[in-house]
């Protein structure tokens, strides 16, 4: 599954210092809830993303404990401070282990 | 079998009884996941905002947001849905503001509930009624 999950983000290129921005995030992902029965009525086993974290230079902008109820390719928008020029770093947790991730740098100017 | 007057009680208070009881646990599982969260405090009103649509016609993506000024962490329940945790959004130093979006699934009719934990401890809930035309839980 890992092979077709892919992150998009979409980060201002640059942002004057101590600036707000709006960022919007998504990954496409079944999250599956555990809940769907198949064909045969075996139960499909649980698998969704569990957590997802944003940080910029090493400090905390969201942390989302995430569960079953959000919707497939879950979407998240929030807004930070850009106090510097750095490196947003945004990490998708899947219940398997795998960790997904992707960084967007940012200027400012 | 021959349907006696005692048999009819039985069997009605057997079938509103079923129906009482997932009533019931759902809200145990809500009252739960809230007492995990605020560990048993208080929960005042105020200062807290949930964006939902009035009507979800597919509840398999409803996009919802909160807001609260001044909060720690906000979580979000959906109380009609099998698990009625949604998420738990922590908010960082670098949070510009204490608010978020996202697109969650309902199973139905029912409230969504945000709460929030302040930065002085204190909690604060709001909840909206989202009309949800085909449910999202695949049930």
Redesign the interface.
């Known amino acids: 599954m890992s092979g077709e999950v892919k992150p998009r983000v979409r980060v201002p290129g640059t942002a004057a210092a101590g600036e707000t921005i709006v960022i919007k995030t998504l990954i496409n992902h079944r999250m599956e809830t555990g809940l769907r029965k198949d064909s045969d009525g075996n139960t499909i086993p649980r698998q969704i993303i569990n957590r997802f974290t944003c940080e910029f230079n090493g400090e905390t902008v969201i942390d989302v404990a995430v569960e079953p109820a959000v919707s497939t390719n879950p979407y998240f928008e929030f807004e930070a401070v850009v106090p510097e020029a750095g490196e947003f770093v945004f990490k998708w947790y899947d219940d398997n282990g795998d960790v997904y991730e992707t960084t967007k740098a940012i200027e400012i100017g | 079998m021959e349907l006696t007057r005692r048999g009819a009680l039985a069997l009605g208070a057997g079938a509103a009884l079923s129906l009482v009881l997932p009533a019931a646990s759902a809200r145990a599982a809500i009252e739960d996941s809230i007492a995990n969260f605020t560990g048993g405090a208080d929960i005042g009103e105020g200062g807290i905002t949930l964006t939902t649509p009035e009507i979800a016609e597919n509840g398999?993506?409803?996009p919802i947001s909160v807001a609260a000024p001044g909060a720690v962490a906000i979580m979000v329940l959906?109380s009609g849905?099998?698990?009625?945790?949604?998420?738990?959004?922590?908010?960082?130093?670098?949070?510009?503001?204490q608010?978020?979006?996202?697109?969650?699934?309902?199973n139905g009719t029912q409230d969504v509930i945000a709460i929030a934990e302040m930065a002085d401890g204190s909690f604060v809930q709001v909840a909206n009624n989202v009309k949800v035309t085909i449910g999202?839980?695949?049930?």
Do not use: E, H, K, Q
């Open positions: 398999n993506t409803v959906a849905n099998p698990n009625p945790d949604v998420g738990i959004f922590r908010f960082g130093p670098l949070a510009a503001n608010a978020a979006s996202t697109r969650i699934r309902l999202g839980c695949g049930g």
